[in-house]
């Protein structure tokens, strides 16, 4: 569940990036068969070891502390269940702890593959899918001798790579505490990032540098993105910065398709995952409109000083924030119709023509007015209404739209926008 939720933070998502870490596991039969790791030991590489199995409920730790496991690679293949992280993590170490050369676990995708940059320092350490585990399992079922060998961990990067993808770990939508307030707000790269490596404690042992992952490696992105574009434009406010980002941002990777989702299963992505999207810093320095917001807005609001919690210390009514100037709109109860209005500042062409491109969410009606904002020398901020009209009566969940202002040249100004649908609020969908 997202948590920074107070419309006058900047939310981000983490994603991946277009890099991967292949790694070569080569069976006793010749058959070559990839997962991911990050392993770099050349000493170790490269070397046949006897396999041991530990399949479904035998991959915990009292199997492994009491089996020999000594100068073998250990695979772990969960069929019946999804292993915490934890869980892995013990077990490797137990491995590791009784002279295993090597570890491969079955994992859904988490990509929290930065975890094990520890563990690779002593042996290989592989996470695979199943479909890669089934055909080692297979190998193990029919070799009387059954071994495998890893090779160093390689490095790919390029459009080959679907990306970016919305991390498995970053928190999604709705807000808990403004259901009103659309949150994500953008997303940015936060998986696998190069850090520099504190001088302490087992950092000493990565080097200069190591891999982390989290929201807390996006959020940097997006704070350098901002000092930029501050630079470019001295007098954009927090707001008009914010907005610069969000209604730039892609929805689509860079191959043309949807942005996806890390989950279990994988999944097409929505404002609940990125926000926005994915941040576009080149066109947010250029993004033709701007939905603005001046702090005395968020006061009159809010019964509570800026900044503090926001986590039940600060309260609005729902209906004083659906006109909050945000360039997101979010109804989390439309019962049969609803009315919200925007504001947009011309920050492009001072004479400018833009008309509304609606994609609705589905089962709402969705009415623009007015359809075209004209803007001049003398008129440099309009506003519009948006009209939301609730198509059947269902107690349903969230469904997503988009409203984009397009003048007919580079500038696409789009937000997201996220309905739900109910009949009443004692009806729950929740079991």
């Not at 991967?20 to 050349?42: C, H, K, V, Y």
């Not at 002279?99 to 975890?115: P, R, W, Y």
């Not at 043309?256 to 320095?285: E, R, V």
């Not at 269902?394 to 109910?422: E, M």
């Amino acid at each position: 569940m997202v948590g920074n939720v107070a419309p006058w933070l900047f939310t981000v998502a983490a994603s991946t990036i277009d890099r991967l870490f292949p790694t070569a596991i080569t069976l006793g039969n010749g058959q070559t068969l990839t997962g991911q790791s990050l392993f770099a030991d050349m000493e170790r590489a490269n070397q046949f070891h006897k396999m041991k199995l530990y399949l479904n409920s035998m991959c915990n730790l009292t199997v492994a502390n009491s089996t020999d496991v000594k100068g073998s690679i250990v695979l772990c293949f969960s069929t019946t269940s999804v292993l915490p992280i934890a869980q892995l993590y013990g077990l490797a170490s137990a491995v590791i702890n009784n002279g295993g050369e090597g570890f491969i676990f079955t994992q859904q995708s988490t990509d929290f593959l930065v975890a094990w940059q520890f563990r690779a320092m002593s042996i290989p350490c592989v996470s695979v899918d199943l479909e890669v585990a089934y055909k080692i399992l297979q190998y193990f079922s029919t070799s009387q001798n059954p071994v495998a060998k890893v090779s160093l961990t390689q490095t790919t990067t390029g459009s080959v790579i679907p990306a970016p993808k919305i991390a498995a770990f970053s928190s999604r939508g709705p807000s808990s505490v403004y259901p009103s307030v659309l949150k994500p707000d953008i997303a940015a790269p936060g998986v696998n990032i190069l850090a520099a490596a504190p001088q302490v404690g087992i950092y000493k042992e990565l080097g200069l540098y190591f891999f982390d992952s989290g929201t807390s490696f996006a959020c940097p992105h997006v704070s350098g993105i901002v000092a930029v574009l501050k630079s470019l434009h001295p007098d954009w406010s927090p707001a008009a910065l914010k907005s610069a980002l969000m209604t730039t941002a892609y929805i689509m990777d860079k191959n043309g398709l949807p942005l996806l989702a890390d989950a279990t299963p994988n999944k097409i992505a929505d404002p609940f995952d990125y926000g926005a999207g994915f941040l576009n810093p080149t066109q947010a320095s250029d993004p033709g409109l701007i939905y603005d917001i001046d702090a005395s807005d968020y006061q009159k609001l809010f019964n509570c000083m800026l900044g503090s919690d926001t986590n039940g210390s600060c309260t609005a009514t729902e209906s004083s924030l659906f006109d909050l100037n945000l360039p997101s709109i979010a109804i989390p109860n439309l019962k049969s119709s609803e009315t919200v209005s925007r504001t947009v500042t011309n920050v492009g062409q001072p004479d400018a023509v833009y008309k509304a491109f609606v994609e609705p969410p589905a089962g709402v009606d969705m009415l623009v007015e007015p359809m075209t904002l004209v803007f001049g020398t003398d008129t440099s901020s309009q506003s519009f209404k948006v009209t939301f009209k609730a198509m059947r009566k269902i107690q349903g969940d969230y469904s997503f739209g988009n409203l984009a202002w397009h003048d007919g040249g580079s500038h696409w100004v789009r937000i997201p926008i996220a309905v739900r649908v109910v009949i009443e609020d004692s009806y729950s969908t929740v079991s």
